[in-house]
């Protein structure tokens, strides 16, 4: 089946800092991928989707500006969380499309922001 | 909007026995799909099953089924003969163009 990578897999940073995460997929072309977040014991909730060679569109209440994403690529989309606070720390999860509604999950990056 | 809806938060059956995780959904779409997703301590999203909303005939993926009842709006996950490795977090998911999940379900196998 296809495969969803995403990097690092586990990072701590310091609060202001900025953490990007990348999300590939390794087998197929994907020009929409999508972003999740993960509280402990709770379910998914999309952030934004990620469009290639366009602006992402972003979820009500997420903001655009703390959780760029960039999808540079058909194969690569990043999100970079910027001056990173504690409350930001999460459980994120990306998925790439493949054909119509076909989704493909990474295995998560779990952020803790110190 | 679309919500999804997953009433049972914990459950849990014996080994070999069959369990049923219920959930339902609110839309006024006629076209979309519904997924049963499983997510394991290593939290990776598997996919369980997946339902065509204008298929009326129930998916089906050896143990695992499903009962869709489309003018009920519900779309409940049946486990036979069940096995530790079941023991997860399972999430009923909708949709059009893009995924919403529900809340989930935690699942556990005694053995």
């Known amino acids: 089946g296809a495969v969803v990578s995403q990097h690092p897999s586990r990072v701590i940073c310091k609060s202001g800092t900025s953490v990007k995460i990348e999300c590939r997929s390794l087998?197929?072309?994907?020009?929409?991928m999508f972003w999740y977040r993960q509280f402990p014991k709770q379910s998914l909730m999309l952030m934004a989707t990620?469009?290639?060679?366009?602006?992402?569109?972003?979820e009500q209440g997420v903001e655009k500006d703390k959780f760029l994403i960039n999808h540079a690529s058909l194969t690569l989309s990043t999100l970079t969380v910027t001056s990173a606070h504690p409350e930001d720390s999460s459980f994120y999860i990306c998925?790439?499309?493949?054909?119509?509604?076909?989704?493909?999950f990474g295995p998560g990056t779990r952020l803790t922001v110190t | 909007a679309q919500t999804v809806t997953q009433s049972q938060p914990e459950m849990s059956v014996q080994e070999a026995e069959t369990v049923t995780l219920s959930c339902t959904y609110d839309?006024?779409?006629?076209?979309?799909?519904l997924f049963w997703y499983k997510q394991p301590p290593s939290r990776q999203m598997i996919l369980v099953i997946r339902?065509?909303?204008?298929?009326?005939q129930n998916a089906t993926e050896n143990r695992f089924s499903v009962n869709f009842q489309k003018a009920a709006k519900s779309f409940s996950l049946k486990i036979s003969d069940s096995q530790l490795g079941d023991t997860a977090m399972y999430f009923c998911?909708?949709?059009?163009?893009?995924?919403?999940f529900g809340a989930g379900t935690r699942l556990t196998v005694k053995p």
């Open positions: 998925s790439a499309l493949q054909g119509g509604n076909e989704q493909y």
């Open positions: 087998d197929f072309q994907a020009t929409t």
């Open positions: 990620s469009n290639e060679g366009s602006k992402a569109t972003y």
């Open positions: 839309t006024s779409e006629s076209n979309y799909y």
């Open positions: 339902q065509e909303a204008y298929k009326q």
């Open positions: 998911a909708f949709w059009t163009n893009d995924m919403r």
